[in-house]
């Protein structure tokens, strides 16, 4: 959009496969510019060439987060940890010679896929070489107090934890070495163990009711569609549900007929359910669809109602509504939230508030399809989620909602002092 004001317009939309495009940068031009794909399959990830003029983009490098283009034409980016530079005409919009490394492990938030480094137009580098946000799964009861800790802290950016319907089990991501897969830990030792193993990216699982499976999401084929794999462990991976739109699997029903996933249409998401059948899955209906986004679905224990979060009221608000409808409806949020979870009787709703507390809501369901009973929100504590924003849930309900199990940071942010390069492309040799 202009710099005075006036209408958006998008100048680069996501293929299948290419979860974002982020961290754009323009060139001397002032009309071109690069960006940042990812993450994605390493087929596809990389910086990218773009232009205000014409909507086509190409891949310029693979790379593991976004970069920088530096005067006098110079690109920048980090690959395995290590900060690289090669030359680039800007005019061309082409790389014209070989990466060298002038910064060794520069650290990298595997979160939003951005790296430790700064450039500048007079010859000073910036950068850190390490920056680890350390999470840990832990359980809280209602006050926020830890009541105990699953495993040692984690640098591989644990995420969305799902316990198995036993407990015996919880369903976790990490990012290993660059590779994003789904993982199980034991809930009595914390061990971990990994679960997928594809290069791709492998995320968001959610358990069978009767925990013989899991379900998850993943872009091996280019678009996100769901997969399914033995909870045990044993047998491959196999492909669920495919479609041309991206998808994230949100839950699933207690009686095991309908999976809920967030269906993805010009990035805009809507919550729908796939019928799984036991030859297979059928056919999929939305069921919250409107030009706002709806996510992050959770079916009631009854499996009559679901919670979910849209942001129809112009931010984001937790609601319930009838499942699969039609029927009642109601607001639960009164200021903002995300995240839902029921406790297992259905009569007590939880969700995070904008402000990071844990938010309690008594919740009476009818039986004929008329609007829910709502209760006030009661706040209990100030959660330390490593990723509130994010598309699923970084927290499970206890049965009796007594008890929450959580992925929390682990420590302060912990970063190595900012080191200055002066005149770092005389480390390039260049005159």
């Given at each position: 959009?202009?710099?005075?004001?006036?209408?958006?317009?998008?100048?680069?939309?996501?293929?299948?496969?290419?979860?974002?495009?982020?961290?754009?940068?323009?060139?001397?031009?002032?009309?071109?510019?690069?960006?940042?794909?990812?993450?994605?399959?390493?087929?596809?990830?990389?910086?990218?060439?773009?232009?205000?003029?014409?909507?086509?983009?190409?891949?310029?490098?693979?790379?593991?987060?976004?970069?920088?283009?530096?005067?006098?034409?110079?690109?920048?980016?980090?690959?395995?940890?290590?900060?690289?530079?090669?030359?680039?005409?800007?005019?061309?919009?082409?790389?014209?010679?070989?990466?060298?490394?002038?910064?060794?492990?520069?650290?990298?938030?595997?979160?939003?896929?951005?790296?430790?480094?700064?450039?500048?137009?007079?010859?000073?580098?910036?950068?850190?070489?390490?920056?680890?946000?350390?999470?840990?799964?832990?359980?809280?009861?209602?006050?926020?107090?830890?009541?105990?800790?699953?495993?040692?802290?984690?640098?591989?950016?644990?995420?969305?934890?799902?316990?198995?319907?036993?407990?015996?089990?919880?369903?976790?991501?990490?990012?290993?070495?660059?590779?994003?897969?789904?993982?199980?830990?034991?809930?009595?030792?914390?061990?971990?163990?990994?679960?997928?193993?594809?290069?791709?990216?492998?995320?968001?699982?959610?358990?069978?009711?009767?925990?013989?499976?899991?379900?998850?999401?993943?872009?091996?084929?280019?678009?996100?569609?769901?997969?399914?794999?033995?909870?045990?462990?044993?047998?491959?991976?196999?492909?669920?549900?495919?479609?041309?739109?991206?998808?994230?699997?949100?839950?699933?029903?207690?009686?095991?007929?309908?999976?809920?996933?967030?269906?993805?249409?010009?990035?805009?998401?809507?919550?729908?359910?796939?019928?799984?059948?036991?030859?297979?899955?059928?056919?999929?209906?939305?069921?919250?669809?409107?030009?706002?986004?709806?996510?992050?679905?959770?079916?009631?224990?009854?499996?009559?109602?679901?919670?979910?979060?849209?942001?129809?009221?112009?931010?984001?608000?937790?609601?319930?509504?009838?499942?699969?409808?039609?029927?009642?409806?109601?607001?639960?949020?009164?200021?903002?939230?995300?995240?839902?979870?029921?406790?297992?009787?259905?009569?007590?709703?939880?969700?995070?508030?904008?402000?990071?507390?844990?938010?309690?809501?008594?919740?009476?369901?009818?039986?004929?399809?008329?609007?829910p009973n709502v209760g006030a929100p009661v706040a209990l504590f100030v959660v330390r989620l490593t990723s509130r924003g994010a598309p699923k849930?970084?927290?499970?309900?206890?049965?009796?909602?007594?008890?929450?199990?959580?992925?929390?940071?682990?420590?302060?942010?912990?970063?190595?002092?900012?080191?200055?390069?002066?005149?770092?492309?005389?480390?390039?040799?260049?005159?």
């Open positions: 959009m202009p710099a005075t004001g006036g209408t958006p317009t998008s100048v680069t939309r996501p293929k299948p496969g290419e979860l974002g495009h982020r961290y754009p940068e323009f060139l001397p031009d002032g009309r071109r510019f690069i960006f940042f794909v990812g993450p994605s399959p390493p087929e596809v990830q990389g910086l990218y060439l773009g232009s205000l003029d014409a909507p086509e983009t190409h891949r310029l490098v693979a790379a593991d987060a976004g970069g920088a283009y530096a005067h006098p034409g110079y690109l920048l980016w980090p690959r395995q940890g290590v900060l690289v530079a090669a030359p680039f005409d800007a005019e061309r919009g082409a790389l014209s010679g070989d990466p060298i490394p002038i910064a060794p492990a520069v650290g990298l938030s595997v979160a939003t896929s951005r790296s430790a480094f700064s450039v500048s137009t007079t010859g000073l580098l910036a950068y850190r070489t390490g920056v680890t946000g350390r999470s840990r799964l832990v359980w809280m009861d209602r006050s926020g107090t830890v009541v105990r800790a699953l495993g040692l802290p984690d640098e591989n950016q644990l995420l969305y934890p799902e316990p198995s319907p036993n407990g015996q089990r919880i369903a976790v991501q990490r990012t290993v070495q660059g590779n994003m897969d789904i993982w199980q830990v034991d809930a009595a030792r914390g061990i971990t163990s990994r679960f997928t193993f594809d290069t791709s990216v492998d995320s968001t699982a959610v358990w069978a009711p009767d925990g013989s499976r899991l379900v998850f999401r993943s872009n091996r084929n280019g678009v996100y569609d769901l997969f399914e794999k033995p909870a045990a462990g044993a047998g491959d991976e196999q492909r669920l549900f495919a479609s041309s739109d991206d998808k994230i699997p949100s839950d699933w029903s207690t009686d095991g007929r309908f999976l809920l996933y967030v269906n993805f249409v010009k990035n805009v998401p809507d919550l729908w359910a796939l019928p799984i059948e036991s030859q297979g899955v059928g056919t999929p209906f939305p069921v919250v669809r409107s030009r706002f986004s709806e996510d992050q679905g959770q079916f009631s224990p009854d499996g009559r109602w679901i919670a979910y979060r849209t942001n129809e009221s112009g931010q984001d608000e937790i609601y319930v509504q009838a499942f699969p409808g039609p029927g009642g409806k109601a607001r639960v949020s009164t200021e903002g939230g995300s995240q839902p979870r029921w406790r297992r009787d259905g009569k007590e709703l939880f969700f995070v508030a904008p402000d990071n507390r844990l938010m309690a809501v008594p919740i009476a369901l009818p039986s004929n399809g008329q609007a849930h970084q927290y499970a309900v206890a049965p009796d909602g007594q008890r929450f199990l959580m992925v929390v940071s682990a420590d302060e942010t912990i970063a190595s002092p900012i080191t200055i390069v002066q005149n770092w492309l005389a480390g390039l040799q260049v005159p």
